[in-house]
């Protein structure tokens, strides 16, 4: 197996963390030096990112550089010849069942398989009815919904090669990217569901959870700091009739998700992690 773990130059407490969670169940892995984009300049953010018109809202030094992370990571899988990858960020809890489950992928692993999605947010996701148990309590669904956050993943080289042709250019989050349906017209991902999950970040634990470090995202770091609400996307460039047409037709979809899903025999859970 491959696995590689996103880590920052300077965030040496979070690797000895890490290294000692995948230490304790003997999982190796390889440190992949995450990208800083705080310390690129304007020009350089400007030539890896789409247009200010064309994203739905700015983007923070630390997504664009978290974007640049993980496609580092596709792109070394690719020149590698790799079938698949493992990808963490630095700031997740393991479950138990990790090394079970990241040593026997070759076993289990769908042909058809583009993402494996390995964590959870605590949030209720659609995915498919039917199951493939890969190991007893651990399964594998289809995922027809969003699911936030890239803490724990696997991609095949099928799958590094679709996101790698539509991300030469930046312009939304790389979580939104992956994993938000359609938010990519050319990109076409089938993707699985871990159930429990196998890792989960460290600020999705309840705050009452002793497994909890304080761990806080560089990214939720980012936009504390800032304190901002990011206002919508060139108001006045679009116009109020057609931002309101926008903003009706998201949130009409919003509600009639549920009911889309129950039609296609999808369900909806909350993914667990233990």
Request: proline share 4%; with cysteine; aromatic share 8%.
């Amino acid at each position: 197996m491959k696995v590689f773990l996103i880590n920052l130059e300077q965030s040496h407490h979070r690797l000895e963390q890490m290294s000692r969670a995948f230490s304790k169940q003997g999982i190796a892995f390889e440190r992949f030096v995450a990208t800083d984009a705080r310390a690129m300049t304007a020009k350089q953010i400007a030539d890896v990112t789409v247009s200010d018109r064309e994203m739905q809202r700015p983007l923070l030094p630390s997504e664009v550089g978290c974007f640049l992370s993980h496609r580092g990571i596709w792109e070394t899988g690719v020149n590698r010849n790799l079938n698949w990858v493992a990808v963490f960020e630095d700031d997740v809890h393991l479950a138990d069942h990790a090394s079970t489950v990241l040593n026997s992928v070759n076993d289990w692993l769908p042909p058809d398989a583009d993402i494996i999605k390995l964590e959870t947010v605590f949030k209720k996701v659609a995915v498919s009815k039917h199951f493939h148990q890969i190991r007893p309590g651990i399964i594998l669904r289809h995922l027809h919904s969003d699911h936030w956050g890239t803490g724990g993943y696997i991609v095949t080289r099928a799958g590094m090669k679709k996101l790698l042709a539509e991300s030469a250019r930046i312009g939304m989050a790389v979580d939104t990217f992956m994993f938000t349906p359609g938010a990519v017209a050319n990109l076409s991902l089938t993707i699985y569901q871990l159930e429990p999950a196998l890792c989960v970040q460290d600020q999705c634990l309840p705050e009452s959870d002793p497994r909890r470090t304080e761990i806080v995202s560089e990214i939720t770091a980012e936009k504390a700091q800032a304190n901002r609400r990011v206002p919508p996307k060139n108001l006045k460039a679009l116009g109020f009739s057609t931002y309101l047409r926008q903003k009706l037709k998201r949130r009409t979809g919003k509600m009639l998700a549920p009911f889309i899903h129950w039609l296609k025999g999808n369900t909806r859970r909350t993914i667990d992690f233990r």
